[in-house]
C-alpha cells in the first residue's frame, strides 16, 4: 500500500486552497477509505502547528489541528535514529533539519512518497520517492 510522508508544505497549501490544494485532500480522502495511508513527522506537524499559531493565535490553532488530519493518519514521532540521520542528511545534502525529518522518513520504504510543494526537495529527489505539488 502507499504511504503518502506529508511535507508541513502540503498541508499549508491544502489549508489555505493554494495550488495543489485538492491533491492533498485527495490523498486524504483515500486514507480514510483505507486506499493509502498518510504520515506526518512530528517534526513536520510541529511546523505546520507553529504556522498556524503564528497566523491565528493559539486557540484556532488548537481547532484547525485537532481537525486537519483524519484519525487514520499517523503522526510519527521523532527518535534518536531519525535525529542522527536527518542531521547527516542537513550536512551532506544541505537541506533544512526539519525537511530531513520527512525525507528520512520517506526513505524508509520504496512504498513511501513525500507529497509537498516545498522546491527544496529537487536536490535530494535520488533519495526517495518525491510527488512536487504545482508551484503557486
Known sequence: MTV?????SALIRFLD????????KSV?????????EVRITAVQWGEVAGNLRKRFGPA?????LSSLLPSEAEITPANAESAV?????KVDRKISYADAFALDLAMASPDHVLLTADYGFKQVDDLARIEFLPAK
Open 60 to 64: 484556532r490553532q488548537a481547532h484547525i
Open 28 to 36: 486524504l480522502k483515500d486514507c480514510v477509505e483505507g486506499r493509502v
Open 17 to 24: 486552497m493554494e495550488a495543489g490544494c485538492h491533491r492533498v
Open 4 to 8: 503518502y510522508v506529508l511535507d508541513s
Open 85 to 89: 540521520h536527518a542531521a547527516g542528511m
